[in-house]
């Protein structure tokens, strides 16, 4: 039996994955608060994690100490909506519908990493299941479930007259 065919599913699979994370990167950097936050996109074990590297102004209690837990929120969001976006042949800016976080535990003061599942992407709304996590995946400090509206053409026409 030939590996001949595996290796070439690899290295297209590598090839994938990096320009996969070039998107999601793109994308991000395109979002004001994402650039203010530093946000960074990597590819991990199971596919693209978004990281957030850890600096004294997004700490939110000195005493721990601890993120703020905004800025695990915005992480949650911003993921969110950047994965829905990459999976968009439309290329639409999503709009937060509504958002869950549940804060799981204590998030210290070290780079923090948030991977996203799309639930469901329809034509005009996604679901998005986010898990942030710290040292180790197993340990998850956060996750949340984001609603986006996708808007139609006819309301990104809408805005850009309104503008």
Not at 90 to 111: F, M, Q, V
Not at 152 to 158: G, L, V
Request: proline share 4%; net charge negative.
């Amino acid at each position: 039996m030939s590996t001949t065919g595996d290796s070439e599913q690899h290295i297209s699979g590598a090839a994938e994955s990096a320009e996969e994370c070039a998107d999601w990167q793109a994308l991000l950097a395109r979002i004001p608060y994402a650039r203010h936050l530093g946000l960074e996109v990597q590819q991990g074990d199971a596919g693209v994690v978004v990281h957030l590297p850890c600096r004294e102004a997004l700490i939110g209690n000195f005493m721990l100490p601890a993120l703020h837990g905004g800025v695990l929120g915005a992480l949650i969001e911003l993921t969110a909506r950047v994965a829905a976006q990459s999976r968009d042949t439309e290329t639409r800016c999503p709009r937060i519908l509504d958002s869950h976080i549940n804060y799981l535990r204590s998030a210290k003061d070290r780079s923090t990493f948030a991977s996203a599942d799309i639930v469901r992407q329809g034509r005009r709304s996604s679901l998005i299941q986010v898990t942030c996590w710290q040292s180790e995946r197993s340990k998850p400090i956060a996750s949340g479930l984001v609603q986006l509206l996708l808007p139609t053409m006819a309301a990104q026409q809408e805005d850009l007259h309104e503008h």
